[in-house]
């Protein structure tokens, strides 16, 4: 069985950081592309970050700068550093696995972790 667990959240001020980390289980972590997506309440969800079996890595436009993403195979972890956070980065964030490219693309990852929640107060 394929797992994804998020963990790092939290409640942050304005300004400051957080690091997200994605374990994943019951699958070749190797060969996954495993991306964040982020929703907040009434809002469709976003792109975040992804990062391929290649270490090919892509931001969306909002995060761009400030926030990295990373990925540990011997662990099979990703992480996702998040800094001068703000308070629109408030939102559930997710993170995913596609054994292809799937990019920004949220329809192309079939696994899908739980979600963690990210807070950033004024």
């Known amino acids: 069985e394929v797992q994804l667990v998020e963990s790092g959240g939290g409640l942050v001020q304005t300004g400051g950081s957080l690091r997200l980390s994605c374990a994943a289980s019951?699958?070749?972590?190797?060969?996954?592309?495993i991306a964040w997506f982020r929703q907040a309440p009434g809002k469709e969800r976003e792109g975040v970050s992804c990062?391929?079996?290649?270490?090919?890595?892509l931001y969306g436009d909002s995060v761009k700068g400030r926030f990295t993403v990373s990925r540990d195979n011997a662990k099979n972890l990703v992480y996702l550093q998040m800094n001068s956070l703000k308070v629109e980065d408030t939102a559930v964030y997710f993170c995913?696995?596609?054994?292809?490219?799937?990019?920004?693309?949220?329809?192309?990852?079939?696994?899908w972790g739980q979600g963690t929640q990210v807070t950033v107060s004024s």
């Open positions: 019951g699958l070749t972590f190797v060969d996954y592309a």
């Open positions: 990062i391929t079996s290649s270490d090919f890595i």
């Open positions: 995913a696995a596609d054994d292809a490219y799937g990019l920004m693309d949220s329809g192309a990852y079939e696994y």
